[in-house]
């Protein structure tokens, strides 16, 4: 099932300038040459809420759902959170039967104001002390234990039956991974050991490691072999069996035209036959899968408007154009070293392009996209939009140089409406200790 035959009415407004694998599915140029999200036209969004501003496609978010949902029937969807939250997407995941993963209290604050049922979140993520006692307090469904600590941390304060998950690094040489717990040289069995010596703390699961931006499926088969492996020797020298296996995201999804992504039939039928194989191998009765893809669902519906600032021509012919957002707003530790697919948003693009650089506000090192096609007469006042910004941006931009964080605004069949407002000068004072309120 594709996209397209979830979502029929994408199919109107399809514009050979957008690429369908990088901007939201309701995107399309209307006959003014405006880009429209949503049936809004982007030029309205500025007007309205001003720029940098964030826009997500509410529609392109559940349809992303949707689409795990019918590709992989069997398996539990649960929401990364961290990829891009407040309390209406995560509505929205909860509408659409997915639980959410959350990282900080303020994550799973945002997840129980949504009314999502504790027993459908997952706490994971370098969790405090505090925060590990708010989760248990709250009755979320599962803890992820990472570290040694968290061990510890749980068993002095947990006084009724905590469901757990033990966060483990099989051996598929997809990347480095610094929270949980390797199979290699028995650092997992001891965790797991300790874990199961807890009266309090049910052991339910593993929860897989893997990395980020991954394409290839066969990561995920290879890591169902060495995870059924684990819960195999936990059943033979604990005589307990485990039930559930998290296989966590990582989903690549492409930020310029061409990138790679991974394909979710080719991830079912890996997960598939790879669970096949090694349950019957280990004569291992078949766990529940879960999946917890974030970026994945997030990146392609969101984008960026920003406001062209200044636009200056060098004299050997590269053209730099400043817009009003930056990096700060765009990139993050998930995505550091990111380049993005930019197009004008406001009005016809005339048949003259040129490459230019489109940098940030906030100097040096400001770069959000190089050597990308605008039209030659970009000036001043036009409104461009990034795509693939939905992740990773609202949740980690920082207000950098004092500017504060853009608004999120929200689009779905013809009208826009803001889900977290605009940072004011007035917010970022009043956390200063030393001004009067003047």
Known sequence: MTLFELLPSVRHGLNPHLDRAVWPLSAYVDDLGRLCVGD???DDISAEFGTPAYVVDEEDFRVRIRRYRATLPDAELIYAGRALLS????????????????????ELATALA????????????????AELYDAVAAGVGRIVIDTPSEVSLLACRVRHPQRVLVGVIPDVGAGDQKFGFALSGGQAAGALRRVLDQPWLNLVGLHCRLGSQLTDAS???????????????VRDRHQVVLTELNLGGGHAVPYLSGDRELDLRSLGATIAAALESACAE?????????????????ARAGMMLCRVIAVKRQPGGHTFVAVDGGT??????????????VALANRHRPTATAPVTVVGRHGDGDEIARNVELPADVRPGDLLAVACTGAYQHSTES???????????????GRSRELVRRETVADLLARDRGWNGQ
């Open 328 to 341: 700060g707003d765009i990139h993050s530790s998930e995505h550091p070293s990111a380049r993005y697919t």
């Open 87 to 106: 309390v209406d997407i995560a509505r929205w995941a909860a509408d659409e039967g997915a639980g959410v993963n959350v990282c900080s209290a303020g």
């Open 114 to 129: 949504a009314d999502v049922p504790p027993a459908q979140i997952i706490l994971d993520g370098v969790i405090t002390a």
């Open 399 to 413: 207000s950098r140089s004092l500017v504060g964080r853009p608004p999120l605004i929200a689009v779905s069949g």
């Open 40 to 42: 809004v036209p982007a």
């Open 219 to 233: 990561h995920y088969g290879e890591a169902i072999r060495q995870m059924i492996g684990a819960m195999a020797e």
């Open 282 to 298: 280990h004569e291992f009765p078949r766990p529940k899968i879960v999946i917890e893809p974030g970026r994945a669902i997030a």
